[in-house]
Each structure stands twice: as structure tokens, then as C-alpha cells.
């Protein structure tokens, strides 16, 4: 380690001349110096060793003092590392000092300032305050009176153990070693019912060490995912099992001794959220942020103001609506359009954003004044918190080209006088009275008795056709079961990778009518999509399910009649529409 440290040393003196060039090459360019702290995103647990360091951007330091610990431990540092470069079209250079600290017992530390001197001025970090909480492996295995008897184990654990319905949890895997595990694979993960799961890829798998009654063991992380809570109550999570080589005086035909670890189960009490639910709540449960910015200030009443909305968040992607407005009358406003939308992993949690734009539409000339609003539950707080925009929306609006045009209406015709009735029933009688009339009369009798015959053939076909449409509904009213459509969905799947979106489009566009369909036990064809959503919100299903099957449905018409028909779309859709059968399935 010592000799790291030297190496790490040698090089900083390396880079600093490197660094001196570049301040020189590119000052100008570079943004503005910053010193801050980095420690551990989590808490630590009693024991463990954990990084902390102190990071000089766009300067160099002639002299670093270190900060006080507060009670921690160093066991390693400072480790002097400098860097440099050129990002997003600006210059940029830092110079850390970084050190390996161990917990104490559990309790709360706070590291000092340090300090940083260059040339001009005397930076100050912040202080940053690291918790330390008692070791979550409460017991050893079953059966175990000693560590001494354990050498290694396997631990889950899932954090917070009391949450919200949709809040993100961290359920994490850890393998505790006191002797040398070549390989330690997962063969077997909890089923995670009443979960939705998200695996992470981007979680710390760096060895550290924790005491566990007394013993030192080496810790490494092994599975990390992010839990979404549907449902309230107590959510069991069961076992893990993985297959361990461990190395030891026996050895196996690859090297170590063969062994199969169980993880312990974990519980989680989820908790509904807070009666009544706000006007303008949309359904999430996390930390959000949000931009919204209005395309102009000014226009007339024959355009349209686009309202572009950014919002960023953690909680369940699955579960949020977009959000409704408050707009004067005279304002008129359409369903959001979907313009971005993604869910990415930071290395801590999961994050959704989501790009909105509105079309709002002046009926009236004047000045309006609104302010948009969205509302979400903070689960820290545990109270509903509403997002709104430093200052309201301010637009004025002028009459436009057709401002106050109507249509022209039709000239007033001039009524004439009706003619007087002794004379006008004379001339009916003179008519009469001549041959010529008579003919006439005979042949209309004739027509009419035509008529009344086609009439009448007429009903009789009818009568057959609604005897064969009713044969045909009853064919149609035999919906699927829920193993066929579930069987009909897994297909579609396998269809992701096609060529020919527009027929995925079609085909889920015809399984989703059938599923919804069976939900509401109507036959296909008396289903339009207003008429189903308005059922289906109706029957209380999710708002999110009800939006998620209203963008597939819409997404598919548009490929079905309006041959629109993108392929980076497809996944999306499959994915709302499995979401959409999780909930409906369950009724069937």
C-alpha cells in the first residue's frame, strides 16, 4: 500500500507540470475553480471501510491541510491524484486527495473543512457528516453459537424495511468471507412477489470489511436491484442460493471445495399512502424535479402556445400521470404529447424522466396569467409536496386574422303570399275531372303497392341477417382465456426484431381490444377506445395502467389506418402492454 501511495505521488508531480501547460493553453476556457468533499453515498456500517476525498476543480493547489476526522479512522492517505482534460467544449483539470477511512461504532461523525492554498486565494470544503449504523447482519446462521464456526455466509437485506406503496427500495446480496472464495455464483433469486424489479448494473463490487461479533470479514456485494412496492401489507422476500468454491484444505477437481449458500428472507411493511389524495397528485412516490418552459410570450388567437415539461424523478415510472393544469376559461389546453421518456441507472438508484409538451389554444385577446403545478408524495417527509414554477406563465394574446369572423348567412328570401284556398281547390277538381289525371292515379296505386311488397320482402331479409349476426356474436363473445392471450403476448415478443412493424402493430393492437374485452366481459367489437378507457377507469384500475393501454392503443390505430408505424416504438409498446396484462390478468 505504501508503495501505491509513492507511485500515486510520483505521478501527481508528473501531472502537475501537465496541468501548468493546460491553465496556460486554455484559461479562458475552463469553468470557474471549485473545492468540494466526496464521501460515502450510504450509510456504513460498523467497521467498514470507506473513500473519502477532497477534489480541487480548475486550480492547483501549492498546499493541501487535511481536515479533522471527527473520531474516524484513516488508515490510508492522502493519495494525491491530478487530472486533465477537454469535455462539451471547455478545458478542465482536478486534483484530489483521497483517503481510506474505517467506522467506528455506530453514531454520527462529521469531517471537517479541509483546506486548499493556491497561488490567489485559500479554498474550504464543506463538512460532511458520515453515518455509521450498526451492522445489519443481526445473527449468523441457524444452529451457529460462534463466528469462529462460520466462515462464510450469505446476506440479504433491503432498505428502508418500512416503506410507501411505490417507493424505491435497495435489496442487496453480500457475501461475508473469512477464509478465500474463488467463485461465488447466483443460482437461484427470491421471487419478488408483490415487486416490481429493476436489476442494477452499476453497484460497488469492491471488497471491504466488516466486523460481525467480533470477527473481521471481507464483504463483497454480489446483486443489487431496486424494488417498486405494488401492493400494501407484509411483502415476504425469500432466500437467495448460490453455489460458492471455496478454498480450504480439501480441494476439488477445480481447485477448492464445492458449497451451496442460502441468503436469510427479508420482509418489507409497505404502507398505503395518505387519504385523501391531492386534486393534482400523479401517483408517484420519490424525489422529483421539474422544468417547464412556454415556447413565446406573445401571440395571436389564431396560434398555439407549446408548454414543454421536464421532469425527473425516482419514484415508480409505472404508476406516474402526466400532470393536468389549471388554466383560465379562456385557455384551452389539450392532452400532453410524449415527446422523450427514458429510465436510466445512476450508480444509486433508478431515475424516469419524462419530456411533456401542451398545446394550449387562446379562444379570447387579453394578457393571462397561470401557473402550473404538479404534486407527488415525498417519502423522507412523508407528506404530499407540490412542485411549481418560480414565477407564473405570463402570455399576451392579440385577435388574430380570423378573430370575430362568422360565417355569412343566406340571403332572406321573400315569403309570397299563399293563394287564396276556394280558388286553389277548384283547380284540384278541374285537374281531376280530365283523363289524363286519371292515368296517372292508377299507375301511383300501382307504385305504392310495389312499394309495400318490397317493403315487406325487405323485412323478411333483415330478419335473416339479424339471425346470422346474432350467430356471429356469439362466436365473437367467445373470448380467449387468460393462458391464450398470455400465450398470444410472449408471441409478440419474439416479434420485437421483426422487420414489418406495421403487422406487430396490427396483431397488438387486435390482442390488446381482446384483453381488455375479456377484463370487461363484452365481446371486441362493442369496444371503442374511449368507451373501453372510460370502463376500465370505471372498474378502479390504475390510473397508470389506464394511461399505459391508452398510448399503446393509440399508437397501434395510428400504425393500423394511419400507417405510422416507428420501430423504436416497439418495445415501449410490448413493455406497457405486459404491464397492462399484469393488472388485467389478475381478474380474469
Given amino acids: 500500500m505504501p508503495r501505491l501511495f ?73 493519495a494525491e491524484i491530478r487530472s486533465a482534460g477537454y469535455a462539451n467544449g471547455k478545458a478542465y483539470s482536478q486534483q484530489s486527495w483521497v483517503y481510506e477511512l474505517e467506522a467506528g461504532s455506530a453514531g454520527s461523525y462529521t469531517i471537517g473543512p479541509a483546506q486548499a492554498q493556491t497561488a490567489q486565494r485559500n479554498f474550504r470544503s464543506q463538512p460532511l457528516t458520515v453515518r455509521v449504523v450498526k451492522s445489519s447482519v443481526r445473527r449468523l446462521r441457524k444452529g451457529s453459537t460462534s463466528a469462529e464456526k462460520e466462515p462464510y455466509f450469505v446476506m440479504a ?24 472464495v474463488s467463485e461465488a455464483d447466483l443460482i437461484e433469486l427470491p421471487s419478488f412477489d408483490g415487486f416490481y424489479v429493476l436489476e442494477r448494473q452499476r453497484y460497488d463490487t469492491r471488497q471491504q470489511h466488516e466486523k460481525v461479533e467480533g470477527k473481521v470479514y471481507s464483504v463483497r456485494t454480489l446483486y443489487e436491484a431496486s424494488l417498486f412496492a405494488q401492493r400494501t401489507g407484509a411483502l415476504a422476500i425469500g432466500p437467495a442460493r448460490l453455489r460458492l468454491l471455496v478454498e480450504g484444505r480439501e480441494r476439488g477437481l477445480l481447485g477448492g471445495t464445492p458449497a451451496i449458500a442460502a ?34 410570450q406573445a401571440l395571436t388567437t389564431d396560434d398555439a402556445l407549446t408548454l414543454t415539461v421536464r421532469i425527473q424523478g425516482n419514484g415508480d415510472a409505472r404508476r406516474f400521470v402526466n400532470p393536468r393544469f389549471e388554466l383560465p376559461q379562456t385557455l384551452e389546453a389539450f392532452d400532453p404529447e410524449v415527446r422523450e421518456q427514458e429510465e436510466y441507472e445512476t450508480g444509486d438508484e433508478f431515475v424516469h424522466q419524462r419530456t411533456l409538451t401542451y398545446a394550449i389554444l387562446p379562444k379570447e385577446p387579453g394578457t393571462y396569467l397561470f401557473t402550473p403545478e404538479m404534486t407527488f408524495f415525498h417519502p423522507d417527509s412523508g407528506t404530499y409536496q407540490t412542485l411549481r414554477t418560480e414565477k407564473p406563465v405570463e402570455i399576451t394574446v392579440v385577435p388574430g386574422a380570423n378573430y370575430g369572423k362568422s360565417a355569412p348567412l343566406p340571403d332572406t328570401a321573400v315569403a309570397l303570399p299563399p293563394p287564396e284556398t276556394s280558388a286553389w281547390w277548384e283547380s284540384i277538381e278541374e ?85 381488455v374485452a ?44 394511419a400507417h405510422v408505424a416507428p420501430p423504436e416504438h416497439m418495445r415501449t409498446c410490448w413493455e406497457k402492454a405486459q404491464l397492462a396484462w399484469k393488472h388485467l390478468s389478475g381478474r380474469l
Fill in 6 to 78: 509513492a507511485l500515486r505521488q510520483a505521478s501527481g508531480r508528473f501531472l502537475a507540470a501537465v496541468l501548468c501547460l493546460w491553465a496556460a493553453i486554455a484559461p479562458a476556457q475552463s469553468e470557474a475553480p471549485a473545492f468540494e468533499v466526496r464521501g460515502p453515498r450510504r450509510e456504513v456500517t460498523e467497521g467498514a471501510r470507506f473513500e473519502v476525498s477532497f477534489v480541487l476543480k480548475n486550480e492547483t493547489a501549492l498546499r493541501f491541510i487535511p481536515p479533522d476526522f471527527g473520531g474516524l479512522n484513516v488508515r490510508t492517505g492522502p
Fill in 157 to 180: 437485506d433491503v432498505s428502508p424495511e418500512q416503506a410507501w406503496l411505490g417507493q424505491q427500495l435497495l435489496y442487496r446480496l453480500r457475501l461475508y468471507t473469512r477464509v478465500s
Fill in 263 to 296: 441468503s436469510n428472507a427479508v420482509s418489507v411493511e409497505v404502507r398505503p399512502l395518505p387519504e385523501p389524495h391531492p386534486e393534482r397528485f400523479c401517483g408517484v412516490v420519490g424525489q422529483y424535479a421539474w422544468t417547464v418552459s412556454a415556447d413565446k
Fill in 431 to 515: 285537374d281531376m275531372a280530365k283523363p289524363w289525371v286519371m292515368g296517372m292515379a292508377g299507375m301511383a296505386a300501382l307504385f305504392v303497392l310495389a312499394w309495400l311488397a318490397a317493403l315487406l320482402w325487405q323485412r323478411r331479409r333483415r330478419k335473416a341477417q339479424a339471425t346470422d349476426l346474432a350467430a356471429a356474436e356469439d362466436r365473437i363473445s367467445a373470448l380467449p382465456d387468460s393462458r391464450a392471450l398470455h400465450a398470444q403476448l410472449q408471441q409478440l415478443r419474439h416479434r420485437l426484431s421483426d422487420s414489418a412493424p406495421e403487422a406487430f402493430y396490427r396483431e397488438l393492437l387486435r390482442w390488446l381490444e381482446r384483453a
Fill in 518 to 561: 375479456a377484463y370487461l366481459s363484452v365481446p371486441p367489437f362493442m369496444l371503442s377506445r374511449h368507451v373501453a378507457l372510460k370502463q376500465l377507469a370505471a372498474r378502479g384500475v390504475p390510473a397508470a395502467v389506464v394511461e399505459a393501454i391508452a398510448e399503446v392503443w393509440e399508437r397501434c390505430e395510428k400504425a393500423a389506418y
